[in-house]
């Protein structure tokens, strides 16, 4: 039978052996939340901003030769939208960037609660209209595209289209939506749920 | 003096009572390193940022509260269950001090995640005050919370140190 004392003299004669290290060596590690996040923030921003860059880039140096000004419209509308995605991205980066290490806990787990209820808010609002705004500048692109074509052809072609939209938006698309807002809307009940330890009076 | 160089002074300093916190909030000793290096990660990107208003180690202590606290994200990642295939197995083998303290880490991993951080620190014989400060927890808040952790941790190493 131990108390309280015997533990805590065992607990200070314990030498656990760290590494010895020099600033910038101690590197590579598994975990990296915050890192892992706003690497991951910062590839889709710049993967959005060379996608609308080679669009733009198709528009002026493309060669195709519409014949009507909304053709172009709609690779103007798919080069803006993609801008616009990276600026949410860039918002969410800069909010991440944020989060301060060095605060009160209370306030950190607070900062991250924010962080994650913005990104279940991104998920719910801007995902959806990020889809629809890129479908409705792919439809107006597709008019010129298909005039003059085989109507059976067109019809196929939009089938298989429409088909995969629709089954990439309300199938896979809201079965991931569910799943990751199931997955924010724990990690928000469990930093709550820590925030509640810390502050409760007992 | 640089910051190199005060850095490596922090990290000579601090590393130890670090890792145990780690261990103590983990009861993991790879995840245990791995919580270190991104604390003293932390440490080293903001360190522009510390003022003085309080002693190194209060801050230091801080920002590993902090990475302990946002670590445990999902299932996963939480600590093993103690179990009791583990605790026979120490007991199989002689039973050394090493062992003990590996069923005290254990049995500090199985508290609630913010009373495994203020225990491993009272074990470390921190001043309650300094805890506060680190926590942001008032004192006489904080010695409630000590009062039943201690009574807590005693009563489950107890238990499974008789298995």
Redesign the interface.
Known sequence: ????DS??N???????P???????A????????K?KLQRQLLFAMISLLLTALAIAGMALFGDFNFQHWYSYGAMVLMCLICLAQSGVIFFTYKKISAI??????????QQ?ESYYSLRKRQNAIIGPLYFLLLNVALGIYFIEIFTGRPLTNILIILFIYCAWMLFAYFYLGKKNQRREAE?LQ??ID??KG?EN???S?? | MN??KE??GL??QY??GI??LC?GYTGD?AL???????T???V???MH??RGDASWGT?IY??A???C??????NKNKPLELQEPFVAALHDEVNT?EQ??QL?YKCISKL????RLIISM????KPYEEIAL????TEN?LR??IH?I?KQ??EI??RY?RL
Do not use: C
């Open positions: 039978m131990q108390d309280f533990l805590k065992m607990w200070q004669e314990d030498e656990p760290t590494q010895s290290t020099t600033a910038p101690i590197g590579r590690t598994t975990l990296n939340t890192r301060d290490e060095t605060t009160t806990p209370g306030k950190h787990l991250w997955k724990g990690i469990e930093l820590i330890q810390l502050t009076n007992r | 910051q190199q850095f490596t990290y000579t590393a130890n890792k145990k261990l000793a245990a390193d791995d919580l270190l290096q991104e003293f990660i932390a080293w990107n903001n940022k510390f801050w801080r920002v509260v902090n990475t606290l946002t670590y445990l994200r999902s001090k003990e303290v005290l609630a995640e913010a009373d009272v074990l470390e014989d680190i926590t942001d927890i808040n409630v919370k039943r201690k941790l005693t190493y107890n140190a």
